[in-house]
Every structure is written in structure tokens, then in C-alpha cells.
T-cell receptor, first 110, second 115 residues
Framework: QKEVEQNSGPLSVPEGAIASLNCTYS??????FFWYRQYSGKSPELIMF????GDKEDGRFTAQLNKASQYVSLLIRDSQPSDSATYLC??????????FGKGTRLHILP | DTEVTQTPKHLVMGMTNKKSLKCEQH?????MYWYKQKAKKPPELMFV???????INESVPSRFSPECPNSSLLNLHLHALQPEDSALYLC??????????????FGNGTRLTVT
């Protein structure tokens, strides 16, 4: 089974600090990686995606990909209470299936 | 607001009922998906349609029957469900299934309760 692994948390971060969310994947053939935010009782919302090694920035969010280490991360700068949610990491594997990790619960402390 | 529209938002059905979930997108996407999500669990892939043809069935029980009438519509027909099938059913679309540059866009989901 090709898996995507995340620490379930909760990860508690003070307001205004940087939140760092991590994800590893087992399928070396995975092509692209996605970060979704999901509030309780709501559907997942795309934050950003990355498919090349290195960093990709979008506003307060930075995704980082290291294919050699099979590692993906999401940094959230200037964390706000509204960032409190579950963050789902997903990977498109070699079978063109998008598979989700179990998610990390993030709690921003006011 | 999402560009993928799912109806109904909530559905309660008995184990002998037949019902359908509906999904619609007008983004010109050619891949559509059904995911199932139980509480505090990640979305689990059920079906994928690519160019209106079923391309992936993740060994889903036959009491779930997908249908893709055209490139904008996706249905999930439900029959003889079990209480353990109660979950949030998510529809998603993407530009193409096999494009690494093609993220999923989710609808708001249908909260299904089987009694």
C-alpha cells in the first residue's frame, strides 16, 4: 500500500509564529503533492501544490519538496487563529491516484 | 463558495432505500472523483472518471454505483446501504486525471446517515 504519513498532532503554535507541517510518502513514483486545509464538518480546501524539488511560496504559505528524502512540508508564516484546522497532505502516485495522509490538527494559540 | 456543487447537503436513508448523490462542475474539468470520509479520517478514494469513462474503482461494494452522464455531471447511486456507510461523501474534479499539475477541487460534500 502506497502511503502518505503525517503526524496527527495536535500541533500548537502561538499566534504570529511559524507553523511547520510535515509529510512523508512511500511511493517514489509520486509526481505531485498537495496541501489541503479542512475545517471541522467542511470539505477540504486546496492551499497549494508542488511538483518540483525546492520551495514554492504563495502569500503566507510555503511548500517545500525533497524528492530524494520523500518529504514534503508546509510552512505557515504569521499564524492566525483562523489557520486552526486539520491540514491534509496528499500525493499523486504513479497510478495517478491522489492519496491522502491522515492529517495534522493545527491549533493557533491567541 | 466552491465551483463543484453537490446535492443534497444532507441525506438520511434507510437500509432498504435507493437514493442518489449528485455532483456538477462547470470548470471544463475532464476528471471527476468520489471520495468517502469518515469522522477524523482522511478522504478515501472510491471512483474516478476520466473523460466520462470509469478509470478507477477502488474495490467499492456494488451497493455504490457511480454514473457519469456527461463531462459536467457525476452521480452516485446508493442501494441497500449499511449503517457503517454513514459518512461525508465528497465529489471532486480536476483538469485531467493523469496531469501532475492538476489538483482536486472539492465540493461541499453530502453528509449521509444510514439508519
Amino acid at each position: 500500500q502506497k502511503e502518505v504519513e503525517q503526524n496527527s498532532g495536535p500541533l500548537s503554535v502561538p499566534e504570529g509564529a511559524i507553523a511547520s507541517l510535515n509529510c512523508t510518502y512511500s511511493d517514489r513514483g509520486s509526481q505531485s503533492f498537495f496541501w489541503y486545509r479542512q475545517y471541522s464538518g467542511k470539505s477540504p480546501e486546496l492551499i497549494m501544490f508542488i511538483y518540483s524539488n525546492g520551495d514554492k511560496e504563495d502569500g503566507r504559505f510555503t511548500a517545500q519538496l525533497n524528492k530524494a528524502s520523500q518529504y514534503v512540508s508546509l510552512l505557515i508564516r504569521d499564524s492566525q487563529p483562523s489557520d486552526s484546522a486539520t491540514y491534509l497532505c496528499a500525493a499523486m502516485n504513479r497510478d495517478d491516484k491522489i492519496i491522502f495522509g491522515k492529517g495534522t490538527r493545527l491549533h493557533i494559540l491567541p | 463558495d466552491t465551483e463543484v456543487t453537490q446535492t443534497p447537503k444532507h441525506l438520511v436513508m434507510g437500509m432498504t432505500n435507493k437514493k442518489s448523490l449528485k455532483c456538477e462542475q462547470h470548470m471544463g474539468h475532464r476528471a471527476m472523483y468520489w471520495y468517502k470520509q469518515k469522522a477524523k479520517k482522511p478522504p478515501e478514494l472510491m471512483f474516478v472518471y476520466s473523460y466520462e469513462k470509469l478509470s478507477i474503482n477502488e474495490s467499492v461494494p456494488s451497493r455504490f454505483s457511480p454514473e457519469c452522464p456527461n463531462s459536467s455531471l457525476l452521480n452516485l447511486h446508493l442501494h441497500a446501504l449499511q449503517p457503517e456507510d454513514s459518512a461525508l461523501y465528497l465529489c471532486a474534479s480536476s483538469q485531467r486525471q493523469d496531469n501532475y499539475n492538476s489538483p482536486l477541487h472539492f465540493g461541499n460534500g453530502t453528509r449521509l446517515t444510514v439508519t
